[in-house]
T-cell receptor, first 112, second 113 residues
Framework: DQQVKQNSPSLSVQEGRISILNCDYT??????FLWYKKYPAEGPTFLIS?????DKNEDGRFTVFLNKSAKHLSLHIVPSQPGDSAVYFC???????????FGKGTSLLVTP | DAGVIQSPRHEVTEMGQEVTLRCKPI?????LFWYRQTMMRGLELLIY????????DSGMPEDRFSAKMPNASFSTLKIQPSEPRDSAVYFC???????????FGPGTRLLVL
């Protein structure tokens, strides 16, 4: 049963514009959320995270927003660059768990 | 820091053969995870260890799969006998803190013919 869902398998954005990747979760016990980026033939690399005590976390061009009441988080990339083209995974964990629950990923293509 | 190291990077084998995948976690990380990635199911957690002890292997698909962690710097995932449906990319990851950021290796791409 998928507790973390990324309903958009792919997204295409023009260079310089904003990319918004969405993630929904079903487990209200999740208290820590992460985004990973994955290039072909490489492992996922950690991008940014947010704790449930916050509703926003920013790191350079990347911002993650958390809406706990809606059980929704989003990753904003501004401005988008061609090098951002990759698969983005959303993940979540709860206080009692050791492991992360991953979504199936969204493939982002940033076109020049 | 070398990051998580996995070997081999690619493995092609025939059905029925034994396959052993290897992982060296980041030094000092107490948690080690094995994942499998397929198109259909995405990233699935197979098993994880804490201080070399298996904590939860409920994600291991069948008895044909086994994993060990004989010491803090080495883990293996073994498939015996292998089947074509085992073809996937297998990732190893490690983390310092329970439930938080995991650092992934480059993966082993397995093809079982």
């Amino acid at each position: 049963d998928q507790q973390v869902k990324q309903n958009s398998p792919s997204l295409s954005v023009q260079e310089g514009r904003i990319s918004i990747l969405n993630c929904d979760y079903t487990n209200s016990m999740f208290d820590y959320f992460l985004w990973y980026k994955k290039y072909p033939a490489e492992g996922p690399t950690f991008l940014i995270s947010i704790s449930s005590i916050k509703d926003k976390n920013e790191d350079g061009r990347f911002t993650v927003f958390l809406n706990k009441s809606a059980k929704h988080l989003s990753l904003h990339i501004v401005p988008s660059q061609p090098g951002d083209s990759a698969v983005y995974f959303c993940a979540a964990s709860d206080p009692s768990g050791y492991a992360l629950n991953f979504g199936k990923g969204t493939s982002l293509l940033v076109t020049p | 820091d070398a990051g998580v190291i996995q070997s081999p990077r690619h493995e092609v084998t025939e059905m029925g053969q034994e396959v052993t995948l290897r992982c060296k976690p980041i030094s000092g990380h107490d948690y080690l995870f094995w994942y499998r990635q397929t198109m259909m199911r995405g990233l699935e957690l197979l098993i994880y260890f804490n201080n070399n002890v298996p904590i939860d292997d409920s994600g291991m698909p069948e008895d044909r799969f086994s994993a060990k962690m004989p010491n803090a710097s080495f883990s293996t995932l073994k498939i015996q006998p292998s089947e074509p449906r085992d073809s996937a990319v297998y990732f190893c990851a490690s983390s310092l803190v329970r439930g938080e950021t995991q650092y992934f290796g480059p993966g082993t791409r397995l093809l079982v013919l």
